[in-house]
């Protein structure tokens, strides 16, 4: 991914991924979504960074997903992941799902948060207790 390249996961659509209109069913949009925002914690050091440490795991809290074109079996998608952090205790991984000729197939919007793996609770400052476990921030925020 160059610096200018949207970050983006290409998944092709398998049969066995399709409902009984032979098109991917509305569950396997998500796990798309959740294969791109892996992804990309992934590539910004979350099986290297300090996370099991400290206690912690983002846990998803809200999806949401507006579904725009079908795909179907053999599809190639590019499922992007973009993610902004505000203040409380949330933060946002939401991502487009796009057919290789560009047709917007899916939005999908996700609230996280930051767990106390402890505590059981979600912490403050998310964006600033990711940085504390050494997770890269340039390559998370595609900075």
């Known amino acids: 991914m160059t610096e200018h390249e949207k970050f983006h996961v290409r998944i092709k659509v398998r049969h066995y991924e399709l ?28 099986l290297s960074s300090g996370m099991r440490e400290l206690k912690l795991a983002a846990v998803l809290l809200e999806s949401h997903i507006v579904f725009r074109r079908e795909l179907r079996a053999g599809d190639e998608v590019d499922v992007t992941c973009d993610v902004k952090f505000g203040s409380g205790k949330t933060f946002h991984m939401d991502s487009n799902i796009t057919k290789a000729d560009g047709t917007l197939a899916a939005e999908i919007t996700c609230t996280l948060g930051l767990m106390d793996l402890e505590r059981r609770k979600l912490v403050d400052d998310p964006r600033g207790r990711l940085e504390q476990a050494g997770m890269d921030m340039d390559v998370l925020l595609g900075a």
């Open 19 to 46: 409902d009984t209109l032979g098109h991917l069913n509305h569950a396997v949009y998500h796990s798309y979504g959740e294969v791109a925002r892996l992804e990309r914690m992934e590539r910004a050091g979350l």
